[in-house]
């Protein structure tokens, strides 16, 4: 008996080590085109570790429908179907969100993941709030809807905040890993999409707004996004707060297109080494021909990344550009133009194409 104990207790340290191997194995290290990766904190260390062991079936997915019709839907706010996802869910969550104008303030709490939130068509489902951040304490709170959890997906949905100019009013806040968002529109004023942190990416969106209407410090890429502009004095389209040289965030514009009224700014150094890069992008007869703002700050000059790829129409004339911004080669562009920037191939996936009815999430009047 001694012996198998003995054995049983070596079997568990060995397990242990294994585990400690791995977490410290995440060290600093050169990445997409030679940027320092920043060292992962062990929470995220131990996201990541969890979700190489898999567990969670991306084929198939639980259904929840949301209607303002009576007896269409599961529930008729959007927030309580979400509400009704369990806590620690390792279930896939589809929410179907039919047709109508939803007034409500939404947040996916942190500890829900994996939850795709659906619409059929952006332009007649609409979720909206009008909140300011003087009236909520803040930018970061005054979001129509909030995104804290990891894996989260939205398709074909309007969100947007009513307030109008005259104060930061955010339509969506992305706090969280790996999100992506497909086909969806959001619109603004001022901070329209917060992209706060995390991974993320954008494909075939529109984004509105007047200031800064795409901020924040998150790693994302844009593509075949449709930027655009409401007039306001000395607006910029992003105002991006990378930190420092060792993080591998910045916004990535591809294949896109900027249009709209009055003259803008392509961004403005919210961080000491924001880094935002336009690829393949049309630009329309309303930028700044300076194109970029140093955030009153001309130390910033040095260490920001303000650059364009292969950028088309008369927005994108770079003869008048500031001289600490650039255009990339083909060699500098290439680590920015795929999913790779964000580690896509790792976490961005396709739809599921089973879908079975949630009923032990649903009320029994519901």
């Known amino acids: 008996m001694k012996s198998k104990s003995s054995a049983s207790v070596f079997s568990l340290l060995v397990a242990a080590l294994q585990v400690c191997f791995f977490l410290l194995s995440v060290q600093p290290t050169y990445g997409l085109g030679g940027f320092p990766v920043k060292k992962l904190s062990r929470k995220t260390q131990r996201s990541l570790a969890g ?5 969670v079936d991306y084929s198939s997915a639980l259904l929840i429908v949301v209607s303002q019709k009576k007896g269409e839907g599961d529930f008729s706010k959007v927030q309580d179907a979400i509400n009704a996802v369990p806590v620690d869910n390792k279930n896939l969550i589809f929410i179907r969100v039919l047709p109508g104008i939803y007034r409500e303030k939404v947040t996916i709490p942190v500890e ?58 955010v339509a969506i806040r992305i706090s969280a890993d790996r999100s992506a968002f497909y086909s969806c529109r959001f619109l603004g004023f001022q901070d329209t999409v917060l992209d706060d942190s995390g991974r993320h990416y954008f494909k075939n969106c529109f984004i509105e707004g007047a200031a800064d209407f795409i901020c924040g410090d998150g790693q994302s890429i844009y593509e075949q996004c449709h930027l655009h502009t409401i007039p306001l004095l000395n607006g910029a389209i992003t105002a991006q707060k990378r930190l420092s040289a060792g993080e591998q965030t910045g916004f990535v514009f591809i294949n896109s297109k900027i249009t709209g009224a009055g003259l803008m700014l392509l961004g403005r150094a919210w961080g000491p080494y924001a880094r935002v890069i336009f690829a393949l992008t049309f630009m329309d007869n309303i930028i700044f021909p300076q194109g970029w703002d140093n955030w009153n700050d001309t130390s910033r000059e040095k260490t920001v990344t303000f650059a364009q790829y292969k950028c ?55």
């Open 112 to 169: 829900k993941p994996y939850i795709i939130l659906s619409g059929r068509n952006a332009s007649n489902t609409v979720i909206t709030w009008n909140e300011n951040a003087g009236a909520t304490g803040g930018t970061y709170f005054c979001a129509t809807m909030t995104v804290l959890a990891s894996d989260f997906v939205a398709r074909f949905i309007t969100i947007q905040n009513s307030y109008g100019p005259g104060d930061q009013a």
């Open 312 to 366: 088309s129409g008369p927005g994108a004339n770079s003869a008048g550009r500031v001289p600490w911004s650039f255009e990339l080669s083909d060699k500098d562009a290439a680590p920015f133009l795929s999913s790779s920037f964000v580690n896509g191939e790792q976490w961005i996936k396709k739809m599921p194409t089973r879908l079975t009815r949630a009923t032990n999430l649903i009320p029994k009047n519901g």
């Open 51 to 55: 979700n190489l062991g898999g567990g």
